[in-house]
Every structure is written in structure tokens, then in C-alpha cells.
């Protein structure tokens, strides 16, 4: 093992730059203004630093790009299909597969074969596709992670554990028969990007196995879980980030992927099973929603692309890398003070919106107003993880108010350095100290689904 004091350097050089606008922050007050105070409705090039997602927004390699030039845009049975698919297999280890523009069209595919009208669908916590699509099927959501996901503070190391006894729980209530699969997320993206122990997904699969419930993996950044299991549990320390994926994906059934993620592509997703009447369902399906099932409304280069990308990704030294940039980006809000949630997560740096504006109410958007202040400060774009992104109670059309309302400051892969770190640290700091003055939000406009994508927002008191 290197000396963990040695200090530490991306395993890649820059080959192209692409410049980056700064703004003045009268710019800035209006721009945010003309997007209803919506991170997501502001213009890219009026953002100075992009830490909104790292969805779609990492990087290619040379080995990538190269690739994109023997794509194959055949109709039927493209080679870069058969490329991913064995790459899948290799490592995932799911025999068959299907390929999706991205994660939701996996979801909503999985989603259709599987759920009936009145199911259950447990999982370990909600992501906010994953349940739409669930609900648009006709299931309910159920979440049983344990309880120490809902507390930023609590330094439990893998604080997406499925809680057993309520999984157990629901199987009692509803019966086995109404719950075709539980969605394991590892990490689990909304609780602050915790991980799922090997041990927790042996467990879940011996419960589910014994009721006939399917395991479904949401494998978007399965290798980032696989680093957390390589660092923190007993038994792992000496194995690859590959073997402890293939290790974890082995105890499930079926994968929905969002390649926009670990992949290190800016398209792609797939979904991938080992039953073949499911993956005879999800065939028959993708060619209505997606496209043919060997390009899955993919072009034959993105399909190429995500496979390279998967050998790159599973590397230990990238995997390692990407997750200490972010440990240093919330070591500095740490030190200065700032509420976080711990432990530092794989993707982001979640902020404890809650604690940072502790005098404005939930309903009136604290972590929202926070993503706003954030971009007007800084120029540096994130997004809110809260209320607003937890939508509405299907049944009763009431607001969610989730335990956690968050800021999520994403660090796409391979894109900014330590440098960017330091400077949207800093302006998160500057922020902190002027938290007192910030005024909440009033939602001026909701869409039906996915609300935080869209709706828009004006400053109370202003
Ligand atoms: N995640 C993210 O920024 C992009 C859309 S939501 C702001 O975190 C998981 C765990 C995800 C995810 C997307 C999807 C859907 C499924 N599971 O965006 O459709 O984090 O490729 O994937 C986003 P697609």
C-alpha cells in the first residue's frame, strides 16, 4: 500500500482545453433571475465552473475518441454492440443486455416489464427517475435504507444499508407476491453518495431469494461503491475495484445503468439482466422506446465509447483519484466549518442546506435559495437536493418534506483540477459567513413530473 500521506495527482494530462467565461455578479443577479432561480434553466456558458452533475459531463480519453472513429452505424448488429455487451459481461457479469440512450430509459423499460398495477417496489432510498418511472408503472416506492441515511451528521460507513427488518416488514404487510424487485442504488446518489456494504447485499439477497424477489442493482456508479467497499470494509482491502463490482453485481439479477456516470461517456445507459424472459420482455420493449436492441437509440460510437470507457473507469487508480477529488473539496468546507454531509460521498459534496440557512423554513426552499446564492456568488453551478426534488406525495398531492435538504456541488470526471476546487470552496466559505442576510423562495411555476428540472422560483421579501 502507498504511504496515505504521499500526495496524489489525477492519472491523466490535458490534451484540449475548452476556455471558461467569467461573469461580474450584476451579470450574474440577472441571469439567475431570468431562470426563475432554477440552476438547471441557466445557460451553460453563462457558468464559470460546472459542479451541477456529473451526468454526461466527464471527459473522454484519447482510447475513447479513437474509438468513436471505428463506430459501426449499421442498422442491425453494430460491432460496438457486441463489444459492450462482452464488456458487460466481463465486468458486471449479467448475461444479457440491453442497450438505452440513458438510465431513465433503462428505468423505464425495467419498470414496465416487471411491475404490475398495485406492486410494491422497495428500495434504498428514492432516486428521483427510478421512482417516477416505478410509480408511471403502477407500483408504490417503499424506502428501507436504514435510518442513518437520513442523518447528514451520522458517520456510519455505509450509510446506504438496506434496514433488513423493514424490507422484511414490507414482505410481511404486502406480501412477496406484490414486490417484483427491490432497486438496490450503490451508492446511493440522494443520502449524499453512501455506499452499500458486500455484507448488506448479501443479506438482501438471501431475504429476496427466499420470497422470490428480484434484485435490481442501479449500477450508475457501482464502481465508486466498489472503491468504498475496497476502503472500508473488512476483507476487501487487497482486492481490485473490478473484482469487488463483479462480486457485487453477482448478487443481483439485473442492472439498470446510466453510463453518463461511471462510464465516463456523455451518452449511454443500458439495462442488463441474467432471466431471459425478462431480457425476452426488455427486448421486445426497447424496440418501441428506444430503438433496435443492438444500438438502443445509441449512435454505434456511443456504444463504443462506453465500453472503453468501462475498462478506463474500473481502473483502481482513476476510480481512486476521482473519489479523493472530492474528499479534498469537502475537507475544505469541513475545516472552514461549513455543514456537510458526512461521510464525504463518491460524485459530490453535499451541503446541509438545513443547518447552512437554518432560519429559512423547508417551504420555502432553503436548499434551492442556497444553489441560487451559490451561482450568484461564485458563477460555480450546483443543484438542490431537497423538497423541491422530492416532489409530491402520488396519493395525496402534498409536498415530500425529506429529513435531508441538500445542496449537491458534483464533480464531473476527469474535467476540473484541484485549482477549481479550491476557488468554488472558497466562495462557498465567503457565502457561509453572510448566511444570515439570504432570503427564501416562493415557487412560482410546477411541472407534473420531475419538478426540479423545471419549476421556477422568485425571492420572497424582495
Ligand atoms: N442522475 C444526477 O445528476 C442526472 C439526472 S437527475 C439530476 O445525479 C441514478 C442513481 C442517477 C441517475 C441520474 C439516473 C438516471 C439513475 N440512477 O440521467 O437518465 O444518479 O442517465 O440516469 C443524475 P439518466
Known amino acids: 500500500m502507498a504511504n496515505s500521506k504521499a500526495p496524489w495527482a489525477e492519472p491523466y494530462k490535458i490534451k484540449v482545453v475548452e476556455p471558461l467565461k467569467v461573469t461580474d455578479r450584476e451579470y450574474r443577479l440577472n441571469a439567475i433571475k431570468e431562470a426563475g432561480y432554477n440552476t438547471f434553466l441557466l445557460k451553460s456558458e453563462d457558468v464559470y465552473i460546472d459542479l451541477l452533475t456529473d451526468s454526461g459531463t466527464n471527459a473522454m480519453s484519447d482510447y475513447q475518441w479513437a474509438g468513436m472513429m471505428l463506430g459501426d452505424e449499421s442498422y442491425a448488429g453494430s460491432r460496438n454492440f457486441y463489444y459492450l455487451e462482452s464488456n458487460v459481461r466481463k465486468y458486471y457479469g449479467y448475461k444479457h443486455l440491453v442497450p438505452t440512450h440513458q438510465g431513465r430509459g433503462a428505468e423505464h ?231 456537510i454531509v458526512e461521510p464525504i460521498g463518491g460524485h459530490a459534496v453535499f451541503v446541509d442546506a438545513r443547518k447552512f440557512y437554518d432560519h429559512i423554513p423547508q417551504d420555502q426552499f432553503p436548499a434551492q435559495a442556497l444553489a441560487a446564492d451559490f451561482y450568484i456568488e461564485s458563477g460555480v453551478r450546483c443543484m438542490e437536493r431537497g423538497i423541491v426534488s422530492a416532489g409530491r406525495n402520488k396519493e395525496t398531492g402534498e409536498h415530500y418534506f425529506p429529513k435531508l435538504e441538500l445542496v449537491r456541488i458534483t464533480f464531473p470526471r476527469r474535467v476540473y483540477m484541484q485549482s477549481h476546487l479550491d476557488v468554488a470552496a472558497y466562495h462557498v466559505i465567503e457565502l457561509f459567513k453572510k448566511r444570515h442576510e439570504a432570503k427564501g423562495l416562493e415557487m412560482v411555476y410546477e411541472p407534473t413530473y420531475l419538478r426540479f428540472f423545471q419549476a421556477r422560483f422568485e425571492r420572497i421579501g424582495k
Do not use: C
Open 109 to 339: 423499460l425495467l419498470s414496465r416489464a416487471l411491475i404490475k398495477d398495485g406492486d410494491y417496489v422497495p428500495g434504498n432510498m428514492y432516486f428521483t427517475t427510478t421512482r417516477l418511472h416505478q410509480e408511471l408503472a403502477g407500483g408504490t416506492f417503499v424506502d428501507v435504507i436504514i435510518d442513518e441515511a437520513h442523518d447528514p451528521q451520522n458517520l456510519h460507513p455505509f450509510k446506504g444499508n438496506v434496514d433488513l427488518a423493514k424490507f422484511e416488514g414490507l414482505i410481511n404487510r404486502v406480501g412477496g407476491g406484490k414486490i417484483p424487485y427491490i432497486t438496490i442504488g450503490a451508492p446511493v446518489n440522494m443520502a449524499g453518495g453512501q455506499p452499500v456494504s458486500m455484507d448488506n447485499i448479501r443479506r438482501v439477497k438471501e431475504l429476496a431469494n427466499k420470497h422470490d424477489i428480484m434484485i435490481v442493482f442501479d449500477a450508475t456508479r457501482g464502481m465508486e461503491n466498489a472503491y468504498f467497499i475496497q476502503q472500508r470494509e473488512e476483507g476487501y482491502a487487497n482486492k481490485s475495484v473490478a473484482e469487488i463490482l463483479l462480486e457485487f453485481a453477482s448478487h443481483t439479477d439485473a442492472a439498470t445503468m446510466s453510463g453518463k456516470k461511471d462510464l465516463l461517456v456523455n451518452i449511454g445507459g443500458f439495462v442488463a439482466v441474467n432471466d431471459w424472459d425478462t431480457f425476452e420482455e426488455l427486448r421486445n420493449m426497447v424496440v418501441i422506446y428506444e430503438g433496435l436492441h443492438t444500438y438502443g437509440g445509441l449512435a454505434g460510437r456511443d456504444m463504443e465509447a462506453m465500453a472503453r470507457g468501462m475498462e478506463e473507469a474500473v481502473q483502481d487508480a482513476h476510480i481512486s483519484t476521482r473519489v479523493k477529488q472530492v474528499e479534498y473539496f469537502g475537507q475544505l468546507l469541513l475545516d472552514a466549518g461549513v455543514p
